[in-house]
C-alpha cells in the first residue's frame, strides 16, 4: 500500500487550498480514510475521518474544511476554505488496510497572516 499526499503550498490567510491524495495497492472506496495534521513542536492530531459511513471533522476545522474520495476509489480529497495561519502543518492522508492505518508522506501547507 502506498499512499501520496500533494496539492499543499503557501496561501494566504481566508484563501483556499485542495489536497489530494492518490492510492495505490488500495481502494478508498471500501475502507475507513482519514486526514491528519502535524504543526512543528506539535503532536500530529486527526483532521477529518469518513468511516462506516460518517464523516466526523475536528471541531477546529468544522465548517471549513471538507473530506471526499471519489467514486472509483483511488483519490481522496480535503477542501479546505477559509484557511488560517493556525492551519499551517504537514497534512497526511490515512487509509484503513488489514487492521491498520496506512500513510504516506504529507504535504507542506503553510497560511501566511
Known amino acids: 500500500v502506498q499512499l501520496q499526499a500533494s496539492g499543499g503550498g503557501l496561501v494566504q490567510a481566508g484563501g483556499s487550498l485542495r489536497l489530494s491524495c492518490r492510492a495505490s495497492g488500495i481502494s478508498f472506496a471500501s475502507t475507513a480514510v482519514a486526514w491528519h495534521r502535524q504543526a512543528p513542536g506539535k503532536q500530529r492530531e486527526l483532521v477529518a475521518v469518513i468511516n462506516g459511513g460518517q464523516t466526523v471533522y475536528a471541531g477546529s476545522v468544522k465548517g471549513r474544511f471538507t473530506i471526499s474520495r471519489d467514486i472509483v476509489g483511488h483519490e481522496m480529497y480535503l477542501q479546505m476554505n477559509s484557511l488560517k495561519p493556525e492551519d499551517t502543518a504537514t497534512y497526511y492522508c490515512?487509509?484503513?488496510?488489514?487492521?491498520?492505518?496506512?500513510w504516506g508522506q504529507g504535504t507542506q501547507v503553510t497560511v501566511s497572516s
Open positions: 490515512y487509509a484503513a488496510e488489514s487492521g491498520r492505518w496506512r
